[in-house]
């Protein structure tokens, strides 16, 4: 069995400070390049670039984390921002609560594939060539979503952990052995 070149493109994380709650006027100012605009948006839009991460930040003591290329970068990028949250003067009683919401992937199977056939061979496919260029492959273990091209690339979303991509990818691989 061919191996599959996989590569995380995005993962996405709810960050929750337990009894946390923030001033979001108080906070933007304090966070450089924050963006906070209460009319338009109902959080704080902040960028961390070392590493690269986009975060959300609610009122609630609440964010949510995109962006990151791996999960050592997310953790760094929430403890750094977290360290900055401190600074600021909000009390943080305890580490925040993370969990993965999402992780995205890429595939390359090193291979073509006949998108009509495989849409025909499967129940869990869907492809509308005329609407859009990729089939969708719904696999239920792990829960995702695999989005497959001709090219023998594919995206994956749905992803809870690094476990799921890499079982997603073997499920795809095997199923797609004989097309």
């Not at 605009?37 to 839009?45: L, M, R, T, W, Y």
């Not at 979303?157 to 799921?164: E, N």
Request: hydrophobic share 40%; net charge positive.
């Amino acid at each position: 069995m061919a191996n599959v070149k996989t590569q995380i493109q995005n993962i996405v994380l709810s960050v929750t400070y337990e009894g946390a709650e923030f001033n979001l006027e108080r906070l933007a100012k304090s966070l450089d390049g924050a963006r906070y605009d209460p009319e338009v948006f109902p959080g704080i839009a902040y960028k961390s670039t070392d590493p690269p991460a986009s975060f959300l930040i609610f009122a609630s003591g609440k964010m949510n984390c995109v962006g990151a290329k791996s999960m050592n970068d997310a953790k760094l990028a929430i403890k750094r921002l977290t360290n900055k949250l401190k600074k600021s003067g909000i009390k943080i009683k305890s580490e925040p609560k993370v969990q993965v919401q999402n992780i995205v992937a890429s595939f390359d199977f090193g291979r073509e594939f006949d998108l009509e056939r495989i849409a025909r061979s499967f129940e869990n496919t869907e492809y509308e060539p005329e609407v859009f260029p990729g089939l969708v492959f719904r696999l239920e273990e792990p829960k995702t979503v695999v989005l497959l091209f001709v090219s023998g690339k594919g995206v994956c979303a749905g992803a809870k952990s690094m476990a799921d991509i890499k079982r997603a990818a073997l499920a795809i691989t095997k199923l797609l052995k004989r097309h």
